[in-house]
């Protein structure tokens, strides 16, 4: 800019004189202009280059020698070589015949080094930095990079990390950027408080939100980190979490963090206004489609007159009829409730209206903030493609879809003009999160045929190569057993929505009297067929081998009776023992039900499972095997968060073929899913002259349990405590050549008490039981400890 302005005041400098000189001072002035504004130069010398060609800044120039140009070309040329960002500073002066063209180039960046880091790696650092080796250097994009660590710092719970940036000069007008960091410590979070909620307890809340309080822990969990985002997502949580419990008025009146230098901690205080619970009034439909049924729209709602307002119910009322009137014929319906509050009856009535709206197309979806997650994994989740109708409901329902793959710290989805007015552009802006988890646990059995201690560990990645797919290695045992597994998922197989995966185990264990090995596979597919509904499709193989510990006590040339007396064990166990290895080859076919609100921390729905598998293509076994379980959870007070779950289930297995007979490694045994306070194996049909329990092909039981938070102990500490009742029943059994005691249905049940975990390591549980009704030979155990399975 400075280059025009001299050659501006030239040209009116000699205008100037001319007037004064010439009585037709108009005229001359005019001419003087004319002239400037139609310069021509025989040459172009640039000057000041030391990396740069000289003829490449000509050519931004665009000034040929022997044309003519003017104060604008000037300019524009001035912007062109300031917009390559490799100048610090430009002028284009005219000098006689020649344009002389003065540059000073930016330093070039050699390398960009990090020092101190150690909880951010490089390579995340350096995706965080604009200044790039081989770039330009510039100082106030150097100050940009120290703040932009700075907040990568606070992201990870380090807000009083220092980072200092300096330069070494190299010569030839190179240098190195070097970012000095000093880490500090983790800024903790000493408390989350509450402040204006009644109906619920702050530990019910502090469930909701993914923010918490620093424990002893946090170092392994990552979730006491104050970030303003994930308070933001926090408030989301709640708002959604009271609009769906009634509570239509509530809102979040302040949510922050006050920071203690001295003691490098947050105190988190969200502030809310409840207001009061409604539950439903009228709930109608409305058409402005005169071919619509309404009587017959009435039987997709969800939402039901004197229920618990619900704004899931509402959502999911609207997606229904949606769904329902689109069937018809009607792609651009849309539907809008309108909700009417009665501040008397604390009730809302809501009147569904159906219209035909305009027609909009998407143009296109764009995408923002997937640094990691590949697009098409984000975009399989609409049901609206480029071009597709416009459907708000089908894009709620992907942002549902989204957010439950639990990839990201937060979904929004916008909607902007496109280039025509019948056209939108549909904008996903996601934040991504860490998907990777490790996690371990442990056990301990009091009896049972392998007692003692266990552990287990697993590394789990939800999101593995951003791709979406899922993989997990586990391993684990105890001082008689030892577990491997790898699983792997690809959620869309063949671009539909197939869930296709595979598992691979291995499992070994020493009994008392026998050791067994088991590997397997399955190959499984599975498919939704409603938001809750789904089936799974599998093909499993497995090979059993067994082996006594005691060769010497088996002798070939004797019947089994003999030989199980000789090495006081069953003869049913030793048969099974003399037909390894044993192949198994089945298909099995599985329905399952999900409304659970949280499967991480369950507070209502039903999760229930059904599966089908039969034996018998190839391998050595034959059979038809069927089991079924489901839990039903309810809060039973929502202040004191108190949570109730009943469980049933039960399983049948029979054998076909000629023979028409199973193994005893076929049946079913008692376990703790079973009923509480037995040993593993320690209820059912039995031998009576070696006391060894044989399983059975039947099996019914039925749990109820009661959760709630420990008093006094911190509910930030994760423990809950339980009191339960279960009731079982094993029976049925036709193994060959074994004296067989207790088939006939005989119920056992039991009552205790459990401290459940939800540590960093997964959900922990200790059980206590006694039983109250027994039989017979069954071999009591109080105490289990273990991982906890809910599902």
């Known amino acids: 800019m400075k280059a025009a302005s001299s050659f501006l005041s030239a040209a009116s400098a000699v205008a100037l004189s001319a007037s004064l000189v010439v009585p037709g001072a108009v005229v001359a002035q005019l001419a003087s202009v004319s002239a400037a504004s139609a310069a021509v130069v025989s040459s172009i010398d640039v000057r000041g280059n030391q990396r740069i060609e000289a003829q490449t800044i000509r050519d931004y120039v665009a000034v040929k020698p022997g044309k003519p140009f003017s104060s604008a070309d000037i300019d524009e040329a001035v912007k062109r070589l300031f917009a390559t960002g490799l100048f610090s500073d430009v002028s284009i002066n005219q000098v006689g015949s020649t344009l002389v063209v003065q540059v000073s180039e930016l330093k070039v960046v050699n390398q960009v080094l990090f020092q101190g880091n150690k909880k951010i790696k490089d390579a995340q650092l350096s995706g965080t930095v604009q200044l790039q080796p081989r770039g330009a250097y510039s100082a106030a994009t150097m100050e940009s990079d120290v703040e932009a660590i700075r907040e990568a710092y606070r992201r990870i719970g380090r807000n009083d990390a220092v980072v200092n940036a300096r330069t070494v000069d190299l ?114 439909v409305e058409s402005s489609i005169p071919e619509l049924d309404t009587a017959a729209l009435q039987a997709q709602l969800k939402t039901k007159p004197g229920a618990v307002y619900s704004a899931k119910n509402v959502e999911d009322s609207i997606i229904s009829l949606t769904e329902e009137v689109a069937g018809k014929g009607y792609a651009f319906a849309q539907v809008n409730p309108r909700g009417d509050r009665n501040f008397e009856n604390h009730t809302i009535s809501v009147a569904y209206t159906v219209d035909q709206g305009a027609k909009t197309y998407v143009e296109r979806i764009e995408i923002r903030g997937n640094d990691r997650t590949r697009d098409y ?40 003009p496109g280039s025509e007015p019948d056209q939108v552009v549909l904008v996903v802006d996601v934040v991504e999160k860490s998907t990777g988890e490790f996690s371990i646990g442990a056990g301990y059995t009091t009896g049972g045929e392998t007692p003692g201690p266990s552990i287990e560990g697993s590394i789990t990645e939800r999101n593995f190569l951003g791709r979406g797919q899922y993989i997990r290695f586990s391993a684990g045992g105890g001082r008689k057993s030892r577990d491997f597994g790898l699983s792997f998922t690809e959620p869309y197989f063949l671009g539909r929505r197939i869930a296709a995966g595979f ?120 059979y038809v095997k069927l089991t079924g379980r489901s839990t039903y959870y309810q809060t039973l007070s929502e202040e004191m968060d108190i949570v109730g779950l009943a469980t049933v289930g039960g399983g049948y297995i029979a054998g076909y073929g000629s023979e028409n007979n199973l193994r005893i490694f076929d049946y079913f045994q008692g376990t703790d899913r079973m009923v509480r306070g037995f040993e593993y194996g320690g209820i059912g049909p039995y031998d009576p002259k070696t006391g060894d329990h044989l399983g059975g092909s039947t099996y019914w039981n039925a749990s109820l349990e009661t959760q709630f938070p420990l008093p006094v102990v911190p509910e930030s500490f994760g423990l809950r405590g339980a009191v339960f009742a279960d009731a079982a029943t094993l029976y049925g059994n036709s193994l060959k050549d074994t004296p067989i005691a207790g088939t006939s249905a005989q119920w056992r049940a039991s009552v205790g008490v459990g401290l459940i975990w939800a540590s960093p390591f997964g959900p922990l549980r200790v059980d206590y039981a006694v039983p109250v009704l027994k039989q017979k030979d069954d071999i009591v155990q109080n105490f289990n400890f273990g991982i906890s399975t809910r599902f």
Request: charged share 25%; aromatic share 10%.
């Open 171 to 284: 010569g030839e007008n190179r240098v190195n950027v070097v970012y000095e960091i000093n880490e500090g410590e983790r800024t903790k979070i000493a408390a989350i408080n509450f402040v204006g909620n009644h109906a619920f307890s702050s530990g019910r809340l502090g469930d909701v939100i993914s923010t918490k309080k620093s424990t002893i822990l946090s170092f392994l969990m990552r979730d006491d980190i104050y970030d303003q985002e994930r308070l933001r997502a926090d408030e989301e949580a709640l708002r959604r979490f009271y609009y769906n419990h009634g509570y239509a008025d509530f809102r979040v009146v302040s949510a922050g963090g006050e920071l203690d230098a001295a003691s490098n901690t947050y105190t988190v205080t969200i502030v809310v206004e409840e207001g009061d619970r409604y539950n439903f009034g009228d709930v109608t």
């Open 377 to 416: 994994v984000i975009r399989r989740e609409f049901d609206v493609s480029e071009g597709d109708a416009f459907n708000q409901v089908l894009i709620q329902r992907a942002k549902k879809r989204l957010e439950g793959l639990n990839f990201f710290e937060s979904v929004q989805i916008s909607t902007v």
């Open 503 to 622: 598992d691979i185990y291995r499992q070994t264990r020493t009994y008392t009297k026998y050791e067994s090995e088991l590997n397997g596979a399955t190959v499984r597919f599975g498919l939704p067929i409603t938001e809750a509904l789904s089936t799974q499709l599998a093909y499993n193989f497995t090979q059993e081998k067994y082996k006594l510990r005691n060769d010497s006590c088996y002798d070939p040339n004797v019947n089994l009776e003999t030989n199980g007396q000789n090495c006081g064990i069953s003869p049913a166990i030793l048969q099974g023992i003399k037909e390894s290895p044993w192949n198994k080859s089945s298909v099995s076919g599985s329905l399952l039900y999900n409304t659970i609100d949280d499967m991480k921390n369950p507070h209502s729905g039903l999760y229930a499972g059904f599966t089908t598998e039969v034996a018998g293509l190839g391998g050595d076994a034959r």
